[in-house]
C-alpha cells in the first residue's frame, strides 16, 4: 500500500472540514489581546517572573523528572498545595493542566455504577473523561435544573444504585454565563451527589480575593472543585480541591497522576505566587470588574447585543465562513478576536468569542467595540 493510501482517511477529513468551513490553523499572536484567557494580566507579571528566577537562582531543577510518587515530588509541589489549601480553604492537588484534572477526576471517583450527568456546554475534557469513565453518562440541557433531577430520577427508576455526579463549570467558557451553583447543590444534597465544579474562567475573577464562584461550597463531602493556573493565575497546571479522602484517593488510584511526570516545579513556584498576588493586589478584580462593565455598556449600544456580565463576551454570528470573515477583519484592524466554530459550540451558533482582560485598557475596548460594530455593517450590506 503507498503512502498516499495510508494518508487518505486524514485528508479526506480534512478536506471535509474545509468544505465546512471548520478547518482550523495554528495562528501566531498579534495586536491588541482580546482572545487570551490572561484575565488578570499575569503571565507576564514582573512578581512572577522574579519568583521563577529567583527559584532557578536556588537551583530549583526545571523538570520534575518522575512521577510525584516517584522521586518527582519536590518541596515545590508541596509548598503549593499548602498554600492553595490555604486560600482556597480545603485541601488541594495539584496536576498538570485542567484537561487531564478533569479527565482524572472523572475516570478516578466516578465509579461503575454511579452516574455522571454533563451540563451540554461543559469543557470538552469532562465529556472525554465521563466517555472514558465507568460510570454511566447522561447530558442535560444547559443551566437547566429540571434536566439534572430527571436523568438522576430516571436513572434511579432503571436500577441505578450507585452514586449521580453532577458536573457543571460555574462560568462557561463559550458564553460567559453562570451555573445556578447554590441550585445545584441542593440537588446534589437531596439525591445524595457529589458536585463537581469546573472554575476554569472564574478563579482568581469571582469569590472572595479571587477564591471563584464555588468558594462557600468548597470542603463539603460532596464537593469537588477544579482551579485551572493557566487563566486568570497566568501560569500553567490544576488544582484539584476535595476533602482528605477524595485527595488521598486520586494519589493511590488516580492513573493520570499516578503514572505521569509531575508539573515543572517552576510552575509550581509560579502558581504559589500567583496566588500571593490575588491576596496581594485585590485591584486587579476591581479593574477587570469596571471593564467588563464598560464593555457591556459599549457592546449594547452599538452592536445591540446583551452582554455575558462577565469577562467573556460572546457575539453570535451564526455560520462559520461569516464568524471567521469578521473575526478575520477585526485582526486586521489590530484586534485579536477569534473566531469559534463547531465542534466547539453548537452548529449554527459559530461566534467571535471577545475576551476581557488587563491586557488592555478602557480605550482600547471602545476603539474594538466601534470597530466591530463597522465591519458587521459592511458585512451585512
Known sequence: MSAGGLLDRYETTLSGLARKNRLRALSPRAGLDFASNDYLGLAASPRLAKAVAAALAAGTPIGATGSRLLRGNGPEHETLEAEAARFFGVRALFFSGGYVANFAI???????????????LIHASAHEGARAGRAAVAEVPHNDIGGFEDAILTWRRSG??????????????????????????????????????????????????????????????????????????????????????????????CRPFIYATAPSPLMAVAATEALAILRDEPERCERLAALVAFAGREIEARCAITPSGSQILPVIVGDNAGAMALASALQARGFDVRGIRPPTVAEGTARLRISLTLNVEQADVAAMIKALSEEWERMAA
Open 106 to 120: 472523572l475516570t478516578t471517583l466516578a465509579q461503575k455504577g454511579d452516574l455522571v450527568v454533563l451540563d451540554a
Open 160 to 253: 441505578g444504585t450507585g452514586r449521580p455526579w453532577i458536573v457543571v463549570e460555574s462560568l462557561y467558557s463559550m458564553d460567559g454565563d453562570r451555573a445556578p451553583l447554590a441550585n445545584l447543590a441542593a440537588l446534589a444534597d437531596r439525591h445524595d451527589a457529589f458536585l463537581l465544579i469546573d472554575e476554569a474562567h472564574a478563579t482568581g475573577v469571582y469569590g472572595p480575593g479571587g477564591r471563584g464562584l464555588a468558594h462557600d461550597l468548597e470542603g463539603r463531602d460532596n464537593v469537588v472543585v477544579l482551579h485551572t493556573c493557566g487563566k486568570a493565575l497566568g501560569v500553567s497546571g490544576a488544582l484539584v480541591t476535595a476533602p482528605t479522602a477524595i485527595i488521598d484517593y486520586l494519589i493511590n488510584r
